[in-house]
């Protein structure tokens, strides 16, 4: 069973900083894609961000390029989503989900960021 636990998520004004972070609980996370989707109020849920197993190659949605940043550490079993120069639109409730196939098979519970204007 792989289980997710993200973290880090919270409040913060426009402009600023968080670091979330997505604790995998699995003997292969090597082998595992990780990626980023949230879901605003009313919306909904959209991808952000992934990292690929192997060589992790990353993908960003045109909403949040150049503000985001994905990276793993497989020491730690954990994926990071450094996101940076924060707006309002970017609040939301952020979910990670692990895949070793084409498909999303694993989610974690969601952590909820909000941006203050």
């Known amino acids: 069973e792989v289980e997710l636990v993200e973290s880090g998520g919270g409040l913060v004004q426009v402009g600023g900083s968080l670091r979330l972070s997505c604790t995998v609980s699995t003997f292969n996370f090597d082998d595992l894609a990780i990626a980023w989707f949230r879901q605003a109020p009313g919306k909904e849920r959209e991808g952000v961000s992934c990292i690929s197993s192997g060589d992790s190659r990353t993908y960003y949605d045109d909403s949040v390029k150049g503000r985001f940043t994905i990276s793993r550490d497989n020491a730690k079993n954990t994926v990071y989503l450094q996101m940076a120069s924060l707006k309002p639109e970017d609040t939301a409730v952020y979910y990670c989900?692990?895949?070793?196939?084409?498909?999303?098979?694993?989610w974690g519970q969601g952590t909820q960021v909000t941006v203050s204007s």
């Open positions: 989900a692990a895949s070793s196939t084409i498909r999303w098979d694993y």
